[in-house]
């Protein structure tokens, strides 16, 4: 994944570059040290508050949280996994003690785990466009089958690209390129290879999900001009049904009781169906208010609401995408560099763009609670403390 770094001296005083000549204080050692720590405790941390919120909250188990969980599990294995064991090799002066097999292991764990990031961020991307193109009918045809079947497709890519690569490049070419204590995948120095690898995995991604995005928010404002604040001329009245998340088969109703066919059944925020009935706007005037179970709302508020939630999800989508070019860009480019010339860039700033790069499987996680109060829900019941950082936030 790297280039082979320099050799390091030490001595009393200051820790020395031999090639680039850096005076490294011994202090700032410490301080990479510090800064690992907590990218990894992120990491692990975080994602495992996904991953443990998903699967026991039925409610978050839905076809977009599906994409999430797999894009937490990929952030783990960074986390866990090459994060980890790239710390130790780094705070031992880029010194390798695991032997050439675990090498190639953590080479296509690396690997297969950053571009299972890229390719789940793009489907992420493209379900909320298909769910806003689709509508109601987005429910019956993306089902959770059909997500699993992406998925595992993307699985199949992200570790049939790498898997064959690392562990069979130095053997199809007769010799390897690694040098004993050190450790790194054998095609780093390959201009070609680099050069398709950043192509698939920036440019190309980093288009198709501007591009994605841009279609997300262009349907959402079109939705919003469609309803707009201040129409209201029907209302809604919402009965809940308690029936512990089983299926009813509910009806819509005008004021007079006669059935309005050809209308889909709402459902409450928890996906359990409820009945409608649709009533005057005189009447939902003087209806604000909840009884039990029974809400009054106007259609076109409800609609108007819906929008304006897939605004806020669609730009925390954007974050992703940002977050995703500020992290990847430099890294990639910086490897393209290396490959080209071994001393066009210095040793340290490649390192800051290496470690850069898994910053986001650390911050991934909180971008997700801050945009899902569910998600936030769940991970303070897994870690009650979080309470505290959340009410402190409101403050």
């Not at 675990?102 to 890229?118: G, Q, R």
């Not at 019956?140 to 069979?168: L, N, Q």
């Not at 928890?270 to 106007?298: A, F, L, T």
């Not at 508020?301 to 806020?312: E, M």
Request: overall charge positive.
């Amino acid at each position: 994944m790297t280039t082979t770094p320099p050799t390091i001296t030490t001595s009393t005083a200051a820790t020395v570059d031999e090639v680039d000549e850096w005076y490294i204080p011994p202090w700032l050692h410490g301080v990479a040290g510090v800064g690992m720590s907590v990218l990894i405790l992120l990491a692990v941390v975080g994602n495992l508050l996904v991953i443990i919120s998903y699967f026991r909250d039925k409610q978050l188990q839905t076809v977009h949280n599906l994409y999430i969980l797999n894009l937490a599990i990929a952030d783990l294995f960074l986390g866990a996994i090459s994060m980890i064991f790239y710390a130790d090799y780094t705070l031992r002066s880029w010194k390798w003690v695991f032997g050439r097999v675990f090498c190639k292991i953590w080479c296509v764990n690396d690997n297969s785990m950053c571009l299972m990031s890229v390719l789940l961020i793009l489907l992420l991307s493209l379900d909320r466009v298909i769910l806003l193109r689709n509508g109601a009918e987005y429910i019956a045809k993306e089902t959770k089958k059909v997500a699993m079947v992406k998925i595992g497709i993307a699985w199949v890519i992200a570790f049939g690209i790498y898997g064959p690569c690392v562990i069979f490049w130095d053997i199809a070419r007769g010799n390897s390129i690694v040098a004993d204590g050190d450790c790194d995948a054998e095609f780093i120095m390959n201009v070609d290879f680099t050069l398709i690898t950043a192509l698939f995995e920036l440019t190309i991604p980093f288009i198709a999900l501007s591009c994605l995005n841009l279609l997300v928010f262009l349907a959402i404002r079109k939705r919003l001009r469609i309803f707009p604040k201040g129409n209201h001329s029907t209302g809604v009245h919402t009965e809940h049904v308690h029936d512990k998340g089983q299926s009813t088969n509910q009806n819509i109703r005008s004021l007079n009781g006669k059935l309005t066919k050809g209308e889909p059944p709402f459902h409450s925020t928890e996906g359990r169906p409820v009945s409608v009935i649709i009533v005057p706007n005189e009447q939902v005037q003087h209806q604000h208010h909840r009884n039990n179970d029974v809400v009054v709302q106007n259609p076109n508020t409800v609609k108007q609401t819906s929008a304006r939630k897939d605004l806020k999800a669609a730009k925390s989508l954007s974050v992703l995408v940002v977050t995703f070019f500020i992290c990847w860009a430099p890294y990639t480019i910086a490897t393209f560099a290396v490959t080209q010339c071994d001393d066009c860039l210095n040793k340290h700033v490649y390192e800051f763009f290496t470690w850069l790069l898994w910053v986001k499987s650390s911050i991934n996680p909180f971008l997700y609670a801050s945009q899902s109060k569910r998600f936030k829900e769940n991970f303070i019941k897994v870690l009650p403390f979080l309470k505290f950082c959340t009410k402190k936030d409101r403050e």
